[in-house]
């Protein structure tokens, strides 16, 4: 009986402090989250976001940066909710080996979705592998710190990719460091329909 009262003490001190933070966290405004770290899931986590917000019937914009031409299972399903792909097409870029194509690649694809973030009508953009553009300079970061400083004020984006902008990482909202402790691929076992694309 003692540990029960222990422990409804415990649960009712937590739920206290819990609902001060509710009761203080009253802004409403569009949220920089910035998923990155070597860890594998940040580009799931950041589709899983899109998927909660469709779910919710908000418009969303997507911009896969570094992803090839190979299906991804995240676009067949989202584009048929309605939302927008802009994909770089050209691969890793240990494949495509050539800088020139991949900066024109990364731009094509940034002018698509900067349009996006400058549209009030948009409610939340996914820019998957961004964070790899930034530090290959295919990108310009005063660019790309502008269009998310001005975006509309309701408008939440996710940044995906490791190795994310220091600048980046001071302006966002919400951090999240994915970190690896183990990874089959590690091991040999090759990335797989449904669970890694």
């Not at 589709?47 to 676009?75: D, M, N, Y």
């Not at 731009?107 to 290959?136: K, R």
């Not at 220091?166 to 970190?179: C, F, G, K, N």
């Amino acid at each position: 009986m003692r540990d029960k009262e222990k422990h409804k003490a415990r649960q009712q001190r937590l739920k206290a402090e819990v609902d001060a933070k509710v009761a203080q966290a009253q802004t409403e405004k569009g949220v920089l989250l910035v998923l990155t770290g070597n860890g594998k899931g940040k580009s799931t986590a950041g589709f899983g976001t899109v998927l909660r917000a469709v779910g919710h019937g908000l418009r969303c914009s997507v911009a896969q940066f570094i992803k090839g031409e190979w299906p991804c299972g995240e676009r067949n399903v989202l584009s048929e909710l309605g939302v927008a792909f802009h994909v770089m097409n050209t691969g890793f870029t240990w494949d495509t080996q050539d800088r020139e194509a991949d900066t024109r690649a990364a731009q094509a694809v940034w002018q698509a979705i900067a349009q996006d973030l400058a549209n009030p009508a948009v409610d939340l953009v996914l820019l998957d592998e961004l964070t790899y553009m930034l530090s290959f300079h295919y990108l310009e970061v005063d660019e790309v710190l502008t269009a998310l400083a001005n975006r509309p004020t309701h408008q939440h984006v996710v940044v995906t990719g490791r190795n994310c902008h220091r600048r980046l990482i001071e302006m966002a909202d919400t951090v999240s460091d994915v970190t690896e402790v183990k990874h089959a691929f590690s091991v040999g076992v090759k990335a797989q329909k449904g669970l890694d694309w």
